[in-house]
T-cell receptor, first 110, second 116 residues
Framework: DAKTTQPPSMDCAEGRAANLPCNHS???????VYWYRQIHSQGPQYIIH???NNETNEMASLIITEDRKSSTLILPHATLRDTAVYYC???????????FGTGTRLQVFP | GAGVSQTPSNKVTEKGKYVELRCDPI?????LYWYRQSLGQGPEFLIY????????DSGLPNDRFFAVRPEGSVSTLKIQRTERGDSAVYLC??????????????FGQGTRLTVV
C-alpha cells in the first residue's frame, strides 16, 4: 500500500512556482522520499529524492519537514511541459521497489 | 538506444491466449522491474530482478503471471490464459545499484496490452 497522501490535482500558471505537497506521516527513519512524474502516455520519470535534508537539482527542489512527516516538491518556474502526474513515494530501505499512489495531476496553464 | 526498450508497444490478444512482453534494460543495469498500470491509477509493482534472480515477486497477481531474466539482461513477462482484466500498460524499469539510498530507476514507454 502507498504510504503517502497527495492532493489529486493542482493548477499552476506558467512561469510561476509549482509547490506540490505530500504527507508521509508513517515514514520511518531510514526510508527515503522519492518523486517521479509521468507525462501522458510515457513511462514515469525520476525527479529527485531525499532523506532528511533539502535537496535541489536541475529539475526541482525537495523540502522535507524536520519531523519528516511531509515534504514539498517545488518546480521553480513551471512550463507547459511540466503538466503531468507527480508521484510522491516512500522507498523502503535497501530495496528499489517503488510503491506508487495515485499522485497529483498538475496542470500548468498559459 | 540508451533507454529502456519495451516490445511490442501495443499488443491485442484474445481472451485465453498466451502473451510475452519483452524488456531490454539499459546496458549494465543489474536491477530490473516490472509494473502494471491501469487507466487512472499509478503503476502497480509486479516483480523485480537483481541480476538473473527474482528478488521480489510479491506483486505478481496470480500464477498465470511469470517473468524471467535468464542472462541478467533482457527480461520477458509471460501471461498465460489471458483475461480481460489483464488489459493494462505494462511498464519495465531498470536501475544500476541497490543500496540505502537507492538510485534512479529508468522506465520504458510500456507495452499496452488489450485482451478482447
Amino acid at each position: 500500500d502507498a504510504k503517502t497522501t497527495q492532493p489529486p490535482s493542482m493548477d499552476c500558471a506558467e512561469g510561476r512556482a509549482a509547490n506540490l505537497p505530500c504527507n508521509h506521516s508513517t515514514i520511518s527513519g531510514n526510508e527515503y522520499v522519492y518523486w517521479y512524474r509521468q507525462i501522458h502516455s510515457q513511462g514515469p520519470q525520476y525527479i529527485i529524492h531525499g532523506l532528511k535534508n533539502n535537496e535541489t537539482n536541475e529539475m526541482a527542489s525537495l523540502i522535507i519537514t524536520e519531523d519528516r512527516k511531509s515534504s514539498t516538491l517545488i518546480l521553480p518556474h513551471a512550463t507547459l511541459r511540466d503538466t503531468a502526474v507527480y508521484y510522491c513515494i516512500v522507498r523502503v530501505e535497501n530495496t528499489d521497489k517503488l510503491i506508487f499512489g495515485t499522485g497529483t495531476r498538475l496542470q500548468v496553464f498559459p | 538506444g540508451a533507454g529502456v526498450s519495451q516490445t511490442p508497444s501495443n499488443k491485442v490478444t484474445e481472451k485465453g491466449k498466451y502473451v510475452e512482453l519483452r524488456c531490454d534494460p539499459i546496458s549494465g543495469h543489474t536491477a530490473l522491474y516490472w509494473y502494471r498500470q491501469s487507466l487512472g491509477q499509478g503503476p502497480e509493482f509486479l516483480i523485480y530482478f537483481q541480476g538473473t534472480g527474482a528478488a521480489d515477486d510479491s506483486g505478481l497477481p496470480n500464477d498465470r503471471f511469470f517473468a524471467v531474466r535468464p542472462e541478467g539482461s533482457v527480461s520477458t513477462l509471460k501471461i498465460q490464459r489471458t483475461e480481460r482484466g489483464d488489459s493494462a500498460v505494462y511498464l519495465c524499469a531498470s536501475s544500476s545499484t541497490i543500496g540505502p539510498s537507492g538510485t534512479e530507476a529508468f522506465f520504458g514507454q510500456g507495452t499496452r496490452l488489450t485482451v478482447v
